[in-house]
């Protein structure tokens, strides 16, 4: 670059100078974005417990990550990943992805990077989703106005769990949040909540009379709830089926 500078300054007096300058200037940028690298790459050790193994492993998905112009620095990015790696424990291409998804939830949803990814964690953990999956379930439920209270995280993570107990998939579980809100329901807090009341007095002998009202029989609603999985669905089919059909 300075034998060019100089080549220039022959045809042109102040082009030397100027080039000179300037590649003076790139070399002290380069400097800093290095020891920002450096900097980051501490963090993201640091964070994470990562052995000596496992360092160089995570320096390329950090520069990987930040290469695909995701993160508003690369110390953002280390941050954003090591929250990541902290609480799903993905490695990898896996890993990179799954930090690209919590930056973009947070840069369009306004989503705290630790929030979201323990809720993916929690759709991934109890119907064996992908990371990939479970993200991509958050980002249609914000689009269909679930976070309007800014309580679609916390409530997924609190009523996942029910959901999954009466033998719901994670796609039921948002199909039948988007249901109730489109309802008017002014917070999807109360649809979880009504779901894991349900649950909760369908077996525990509450719900007795209710079955008996609708027809139905309590032995067999309470071994099918108590039961979980295709059984407790089936109940619950019934139940609603009964339930719709009262004048």
Excluded: C, P
């Excluded at 719901?168 to 489109?182: H, I, K, P, Q, W």
């Amino acid at each position: 670059f300075k034998d060019k500078a100089k080549d220039a300054y022959e045809t042109i007096n102040k082009g030397g100078d100027m080039l000179a300058g300037a590649a003076v200037a790139g070399a002290g940028f380069a400097a800093k974005l290095g020891m920002d690298f450096d900097s980051a790459l501490a963090t993201l050790i640091s964070r994470t417990g990562a052995t000596k193994e496992e360092i160089d492993a995570l320096n390329t998905s950090m520069e990987n990550v930040y290469a695909n112009n995701w993160g508003e620095s690369i110390e953002d990015v280390a941050e954003s990943m090591a929250t990541v790696k902290t609480n799903v424990k993905l490695s990898g291409e896996e890993l990179e992805r799954t930090t690209e998804y919590a930056i973009l939830l947070r840069d369009t949803f306004d989503f705290d990077v630790n929030e979201s990814t323990r809720t993916a964690k929690m759709l991934m953990d109890q119907y064996g989703m992908s990371a990939k999956d479970a993200y991509n379930l958050i980002v249609q439920g914000a689009q269909n106005g679930l976070d309007k209270n800014g309580d679609l995280l916390d409530t997924i993570n609190e009523y996942g769990v029910h959901f999954e107990q009466l033998g719901l998939s994670a796609e039921d579980m948002f199909n039948m949040l988007v249901n109730g809100a489109e309802e008017g329901t002014w917070s999807v807090d109360k649809l979880g909540d009504a779901v894991k009341e349900f649950g909760i007095r369908v077996k525990d002998g509450t719900a007795d009379d209710a079955f008996k009202a609708l027809g139905l029989s309590v032995d067999e609603m309470k071994k099918k709830f108590g039961a979980g999985g295709k059984e407790a669905k089936d109940a619950l089919t019934k139940v609603t089926k009964a339930l719709f059909e009262m004048e």
